[in-house]
């Protein structure tokens, strides 16, 4: 991985979306930082769409897309899109309806399994809040082992079903999304655009091993700082790499992203006139 200050003044002009994780990779220690939030606003002065796509449940992502200056949330790993057009918000499921409620208890099933293989682990507080997907928690109000990790995963193959770790959770799901599937169907279906257009103009910045099927898949990808913790379970790396961590990181990549494209902001907030 190379450093984010590496990243050419060509290839950071070319970009127009960046796709980003949100735990740990958006929020530094569980909070949105305000130089954080400020980058996501000078983001969208420059013309750059970001898209937080996320591992994280629908009660999560439907605040996310309202307070954030943003118009899209991909959540549960690919398992839905939220589309705020005005004050109109929809959703786009990856599964048609009936597939994806059949698929439920097959879930549960294998969750279940996974739970009694390993008496510390349960499930995540947000269930309930849960559209597509069963999250077990890993790293939030307990934390795992990796041989507990291991544990768990050996236990859900036994059922067939996918699963991706974060880095607070293990995100189990039936169907043939990821994150970067999902990502690809809104840049194509949504905004038509083409596989070249993507290679150029996206870039995608994350943490956690649920980020590597858009690592796999664009050219510009970046790993905060705190990329590290998920090198067991990461098989491609991301080709550049922050300083900082978490949400500083995230803040770092887009003032040298800003910086590389010759639109350094004043650091003034946006108005909301023209937010």
Same mark, same amino acid.
């Given at each position: ?19 980003t994780d ?55 790993? %690919?398992?839905?899109?939220? $589309?705020?057009?005005? @004050?109109? =918000? ?6 048609? !309806? /009936? ?92 905004? %038509?655009?083409?596989?070249? $257009?993507?290679?150029? @103009?996206? =870039?995608?910045i994350g943490d956690?091993?649920? !980020? /590597? ?63």
């Open positions: 991985m190379k450093p984010i200050n590496q990243l050419s003044p060509a290839r950071a002009g070319a970009i127009r979306y960046i796709l949100v735990d740990d990779t958006l929020s530094y220690r569980g909070q949105l930082l305000p130089r954080t939030l400020q980058a996501l606003y000078d983001l969208r002065a420059a013309g750059i769409t970001v898209v937080p796509i996320t591992g994280a449940c629908a009660g999560w992502c439907d605040a996310l897309v309202r307070l954030l200056p943003v118009n899209t949330v991909i959540g549960e790993g %690919g398992g839905f899109r939220f $589309q705020l057009d005005g @004050q109109r =918000l929809s959703t786009e499921y990856w599964l048609p !309806d /009936e597939r994806r409620h059949q698929q439920r208890e097959q879930l549960a099933a294998a969750v279940n399994a996974a739970l009694t293989a390993v008496p510390r682990a349960m499930l995540a507080a947000d269930q309930s809040l849960r559209l597509t997907d069963m999250a077990i928690d890993i790293g939030q109000a307990v934390t795992l082992s990796t041989d507990e990790v291991s544990a768990l995963c050996a236990e859900l193959d036994r059922h067939e079903v996918n699963y991706a770790t974060s880095s607070i959770h293990l995100n189990v799901w039936s169907g043939d999304h990821n994150k970067w599937r999902a990502a690809e169907r809104y840049f194509t279906a949504r905004l %038509g655009l083409t596989p070249e $257009q993507i290679q150029a @103009q996206v =870039l995608c956690s091993a649920n !980020d /590597e099927p858009m690592f796999r898949a664009l050219p510009l990808s970046v790993g905060v700082a705190n990329i590290i913790h998920s090198l067991p379970w990461l098989a491609t790396l991301p080709s550049y790499q922050t300083e900082e961590e978490g949400g500083k990181g995230f803040a770092e990549m887009a003032e040298h992203l800003l910086e590389a494209r010759g639109e350094v902001t004043s650091g003034v907030m946006v108005s909301e006139s023209t937010a």
